[in-house]
């Protein structure tokens, strides 16, 4: 298994001088925990020492506290809400209970998960592990449970936490990592792998963490990279340069790690500021990825929408400090002043403090040198060097690895084709033609489409069986009288035999439109042969008669929009063997601004009213306002966009009634016709703000 070679080869490699240099602060940060929460004491600590949210000011050291916020060397539990930790104390004044203990009084329930959390210490000190498992209420805080047991028994468990990182740790290391294993469990068994390993002999638990994580890190999957303002025309950027991180406003919600959805934290932004409609969700969103950046991530600060005051790689999690006067969310940033820039172009979509930077554009600020003429490219070197795919791709390739095939559905115009070519160039080792300009990812698309291990078709009403796996069909090159008929391999029998020929190679076939086609009829007998525990079988063709099987290295994505037909009227069959990858509206890929007019308000508000009257499948999605992968910026095109595109798709949605057609766009068209107003497109912009969005509490808007 190269892989696996490779992790030795690595390890030998390994500097383990890297952890020697934080010894010390392990140390003390062990000796913390033990002082403050001595083992003895467990049994009578009383919840105000251990849960979140009864000191707001965060003055007090909880337990909870210490172990997420002031013992980073022990090894990181931070991002995310504030569930990992069972039971914590909301800043609206409620008590916040994992499953288990919801419906009882706090202090009981609090009584409830001491008594197991005495009961896994006093389990891991006699070495009875496999009894913290039937502990049931530490399942729903593995993390904090497994950051525990490790800091008081490093001998017993390495620093390692979170359960899909374990389980990747094991399979790299040649383990077998079992799907529903306990993360504390996980960490025992990669423990063990390790001890057998003579390359790990005498290595601390910390030095296989740092060399695990540092040269096969689980998130090095391609974030998300965020433009972040640093107040209103840059007004705190000294502080934030001086001082090493970045901060936002609306401190007004409190700790956003005590916020576990989206709509939780929206719903507390409306009630903080009502509006009629517009944004919040994005902003909530948005508060939620600035939360949950990782040591790692890149961002850019700015000043307007022309200057890049720095690029930054945060070097740590976020943190709430109510102790600043203003903006009290913060996360720490190793600032690169050298990328400092007016832009000879300005970005519509930087007025707000949040919007993404595509990595293009990142690596054009990235390779500005003031002092140098011949800018440093950033692209990867050769195809050998490949970035790693974005976090989206990375949820389809998961798929396609754990089930074979997948479906990518959602509203039209949200990206489903793009994101299935996208996948593609990453299974062809073109994952640097993602995120490049039009005409490069254009150039890779067609190249991976035009070899043998890619084929793309649409399915339609008449695609049938004989289309997609054999057939007799008119023989062209018979010369005799009549018409002569010959068994034609369809495009997925020959996908699959060239697969069969290449085994070591990964071979894919995209079909768009998936739901168009009668899928029982396409694929006929072969639907079973998806399965991956029944790849390689052989099976009888229902015309030919030939032995045929699906070979394992054959993966399948297939899109559909869910406004033309739903998932539920899909095949039963078809559906078990699919795995469904919702791809819906993308508020942030239309950041930008026209007059008065934020796109992504108003992107997020009409979304929200055509949910309301129709339901979600019939959102429109962002390529509707994207010209050449950008968002619109001008009138004339929000004037094309939304009276060409926009009207027309939603007056076949409403089946022509104009009462359901005036409740979605308000304003903007009669209520008994339907018909729309009549402006000029400078009017537009400035109806569409005053009919779907309202006052932005940005605070650098």
Not at 120 to 135: C, K, N, P, T
Not at 370 to 387: G, Y
Request: charged share 25%; glycine share 8%.
């Amino acid at each position: 298994m190269t892989e696996t070679v490779d992790v030795w080869a690595a390890a030998a490699e390994f500097d383990r001088g890297t952890v020697s240099e934080v010894q010390a602060a392990i140390e003390d940060e062990r000796k913390q925990v033990l002082d403050l929460f001595p083992l003895e004491e467990w049994a009578a600590l009383p919840l105000e020492r251990y849960a979140l949210g009864l000191d707001p000011s965060g003055s007090t050291m909880t337990y909870c506290r210490l172990m997420e916020f002031g013992t980073l060397h022990l090894g990181s539990i931070r991002g995310g809400s504030a569930a990992k930790h069972i039971i914590y104390r909301h800043n609206s004044g409620e008590w916040r209970l994992a499953a288990p203990l919801r419906g009882l009084d706090p202090q009981v329930a609090w009584e409830r998960l001491r008594e197991q959390f005495t009961q896994a210490l006093q389990a891991a000190a006699s070495g009875d592990f496999d009894a913290v498992d039937d502990l049931e209420v530490l399942w729903y805080g593995p993390t904090l449970v497994t950051k525990s047991l490790a800091t008081y028994f490093p001998e017993h468990f390495l620093p390692i936490f979170a359960t899909e990182h374990l389980r990747k740790f094991l399979t790299l290391l040649g383990g077998t990592a079992e799907s529903d294993s306990s993360a504390w469990r996980s960490n025992r068994k990669l423990l063990e792998l390790v001890r057998s390993r003579e390359e790990f002999e005498g290595w601390s638990g910390y030095e296989v963490m740092r060399f695990l994580y540092g040269s096969f890190n689980p998130r090095s999957q391609q974030r998300a990279i965020w433009k972040i303002a640093p107040g209103e025309r840059g007004r705190l950027w000294e502080e934030c340069r001086d001082g090493g991180f970045i901060c936002v406003g609306w401190d007004e919600l409190g700790d956003l790690g005590q916020y576990q959805s989206d709509r939780e934290l929206k719903d507390a932004h409306d009630l903080r500021w009502p509006r009629g409609s517009g944004g919040s969700l994005t902003t909530a969103r948005r508060l939620l990825a600035f939360r949950d950046l990782e040591a790692g991530d890149r961002i850019v600060a700015n000043r307007g929408v022309d200057e890049v005051l720095a690029t930054g790689t945060v070097t740590g999690g976020y943190r709430f400090a109510p102790e600043r006067p203003e903006y009290s969310h913060v996360v720490p940033v190793s600032w690169d002043l050298s990328h400092a820039q007016k832009l000879s172009k300005p970005q519509h979509g930087w007025r707000s403090t949040f919007a993404k930077v595509s990595p293009s554009l990142f690596a054009q600020f990235t390779a500005h040198r003031p002092d140098s003429t011949a800018p440093a490219s950033t692209a990867p070197s050769s195809i050998d060097e490949q970035p790693a795919p974005p976090e989206e791709v990375e949820a389809v390739l998961d798929a396609l690895k754990r089930k074979g095939q997948v479906i990518l559905h959602g509203p039209p115009g949200t990206g489903k084709t793009r994101l299935a070519l996208s996948t593609a160039l990453a299974l062809a080792g073109r994952a640097d033609a993602i995120n490049a300009e039009s005409a490069q990812r254009e150039a890779a698309q067609t190249e991976v489409l035009n070899g043998d291990r890619v084929h793309m078709v649409t399915f339609h009403p008449s695609y049938g069986y004989e289309d997609f796996v054999e057939g007799f069909k008119p023989d062209l090159s018979a010369t005799g009288p009549g018409l002569t008929l010959a068994l034609t391999d369809g495009l997925f029998h020959t996908l699959c035999s060239r697969a069969s020929a290449h085994p070591e190679q990964t071979f894919l076939l995209i079909i768009d439109e998936i739901n168009r086609g009668d899928l029982p009829r396409i694929f006929g007998e072969l639907i079973t042969l998806l399965e991956l525990d029944k790849r390689s079988l052989p099976l009888a063709l229902s015309v030919s008669g030939r032995r045929f099987s699906v070979p394992p290295n054959v993966r399948v994505i297939g899109t559909m929009n869910t406004a033309d037909r739903s998932i539920s009227h899909l095949d039963a069959a078809v559906r078990r063997r699919f795995a469904f990858l919702p791809v819906g509206p993308d508020p942030d890929a239309v950041s930008g601004t026209i007059g008065p007019l934020d796109l992504a308000a108003f992107f997020e508000s009409l979304n929200t009213r055509i949910a309301g009257h129709l339901d979600a499948d019939h959102q429109i999605g962002h390529a509707y306002l994207l010209r050449d992968g950008e968002p619109i910026a001008t009138e004339d095109d929000l004037a094309a966009a939304f009276h060409h595109e926009v009207i027309p798709l939603l007056e076949d949605y409403c089946l022509g009634r104009a009462d359901l057609l005036h409740r979605i766009l308000g304003s903007l068209v009669d209520e008994k016709t339907g018909r729309p107003a009549l402006m000029s497109s400078q009017d537009l912009a400035t109806a569409l703000a005053s009919e779907f969005t309202s006052g932005d509490p940005d605070p650098d808007a």
